[in-house]
């Protein structure tokens, strides 16, 4: 029987594929200028279009975005699925050990406190790869100091406690540098906060898509470990699993995969915390297989839907992504916790 429900709910979830590729699609078929369905399958097939310059768009700017949008949907909802089964509450997300604050407080010196840098530093991070690089450095420290919290502590809350108290340390010195920033430098930060999945060459997808698979690598090594958890860390220290190295293992991959989003796409927030308890409503499972999976695909398709809203058909303006998700994500936490009690 219970072969047969996890079967079925497998079978559900394969359903989401060709709704995630026809969002994709549609997804790419949207934007100031509009392109055809039909002649958005044709490029992608390899196949004559009808203009040459919709292969140009597409090919440089719209792929490539909608690639990023479903790149930081898996990374985002999965890291998140990963921290609500790690500390055993819904409420957290993939940013609760303060490695979003770590990188938006590299990205943060490197903006707001340039005048204080050396000059080829500034000439450097100036760039969108000195952005990213700020971020991943600023979340890679938050990081060697939450494994160290995590090989020194003995239950997962004080390590939620550490991380916490880490993203509020951030904060305070974003916050400082903030006061004595010019107009200007506060205009270009709070771009980058706002979020974006366009702007990145076929390079960066390239380095992105390495990050997510090594994260996502990870964390089905912790698969295991992850449906013990769920009854309680004695029960699955009695089950033979390293309580120590398993909270290890999900912090790196959650680290990797949160880190990565922020580095590339900027702090994108409620995804990580909405998705895996849409996938759970729908689908009913405790499976963190079957979870992830479905994670990974809602996760995609509400970027790629999200994004879609940010474009106005026929305009050139786009709304901040964190924006949109935020709007959508924001009522659907209050329904959980209202339905929660």
């Known amino acids: 029987m219970l072969k047969k429900t996890v079967s079925s709910t497998s079978f559900y979830i394969w359903g ?33 279009v009808d203009k040459e310059s919709w292969k140009y768009i ?22 998140g699925l990963l921290m609500q089964t790690l500390f055993r509450n819904p409420m957290a997300d993939s940013y609760v050990l303060g490695l979003s604050s770590g990188a938006s407080l ?23 790869g000195g952005i990213v690089a700020a971020s991943i450095l600023g979340s890679f420290c938050i990081l060697l100091v939450v494994l160290l919290g995590a090989r020194k502590v003995q239950d997962s ?19 400082v540098l903030t006061y004595f920033s010019s107009a200007e430098q506060l205009k270009r930060y709070t771009f980058w906060a706002m979020g974006s999945l366009g702007n990145l060459d076929w390079q960066a997808v390239g380095f992105f898509t390495t990050a997510v698979l090594v994260g996502l690598a990870l964390s089905v090594k912790s698969f295991k470990a992850l449906d013990a958890l769920l009854l309680g860390e004695r029960y699955a220290a009695s089950m033979g699993i390293s309580i120590k190295s398993a909270r290890m293992l999900i912090i790196l991959a959650t680290s990797i995969l949160s880190g990565a989003s922020t580095a590339f796409a900027g702090p994108i927030a409620f995804v990580g915390l909405a998705v895996p308890h849409i996938a759970r409503l729908l689908f009913k ?24 809203i940010t474009q106005f058909p026929g305009q050139a303006f786009v709304l901040p992504i964190n924006a949109v998700t935020s709007i959508l994500g924001a009522p659907v936490v209050i329904w959980l916790l209202l339905r929660k009690g």
Do not use: W
């Open 16 to 48: 989401l594929v060709p709704v995630l590729l026809l969002v994709f699609i549609a997804n790419i078929s949207m934007g100031a200028i509009q392109i055809p369905f039909k002649q958005v399958v044709l490029l992608l097939l390899g196949e004559e």
């Open 58 to 79: 597409v090919l440089n700017y719209r792929l490539p975005k909608a690639i990023i949008a479903v790149l930081v949907g898996v990374a985002l909802s999965v890291s």
């Open 106 to 128: 590299g990205v943060a010196v490197v903006i707001l406190g340039a005048s204080f840098l050396p000059l080829y530093f500034q000439q450097f991070f100036i760039s969108a």
């Open 157 to 175: 809350m004080t390590l939620l406690i550490i991380g916490l108290m880490f993203g509020s340390f951030a904060s305070a010195v974003v916050g």
């Open 285 to 308: 499972t405790s499976s963190h297989k079957l979870l992830c999976f479905a994670s990974m695909l809602l996760g995609a398709i509400l970027l790629l839907i999200c994004d879609m």
